[in-house]
């Protein structure tokens, strides 16, 4: 079992930043990739970034050049800087973790509110 616990949302004007933590426990080891999803309202859950193990990303475009993932691996956290936001940012972002089983971790949400 894999625990992910998000923190880091909250309101922000547009064009403000943010910065997104996934902090994971466990069995860790099983984890082949992290990312970021997020879902708006009365829309599908989408990717916003994933990062394998060996450290390749990929981002939604919607995001690319406004949003960065890391990771520290000594404090098993994945992080999401989100520089630049728009009110279409607004969701519910949720932290995944996707085993080398093919079984899914997700986290609770932290919602993310752009608005002036």
């Known amino acids: 079992q894999v625990q992910l616990v998000e923190s880091g949302g909250g309101l922000v004007q547009p064009g403000g930043s943010l910065r997104l933590s996934c902090a994971a426990s466990g069995s860790i080891f099983s984890i082949n990739a992290m990312g970021w999803y997020r879902q708006a309202p009365g829309k599908e859950r989408e990717l916003v970034v994933l990062?394998?193990?060996?450290?390749?990303?990929n981002y939604a475009d919607s995001v690319k050049g406004r949003f960065t993932i890391s990771r520290d691996n000594a404090k098993n956290t994945v992080y999401l800087q989100m520089n630049s936001l728009k009110p279409e940012d607004t969701a519910v972002y949720y932290c995944n973790g996707a085993s080398i089983v093919g079984r899914d971790y997700w986290g609770q949400g932290t919602q993310v509110t752009v608005s002036s």
């Open positions: 990062i394998t193990k060996g450290g390749s990303t």
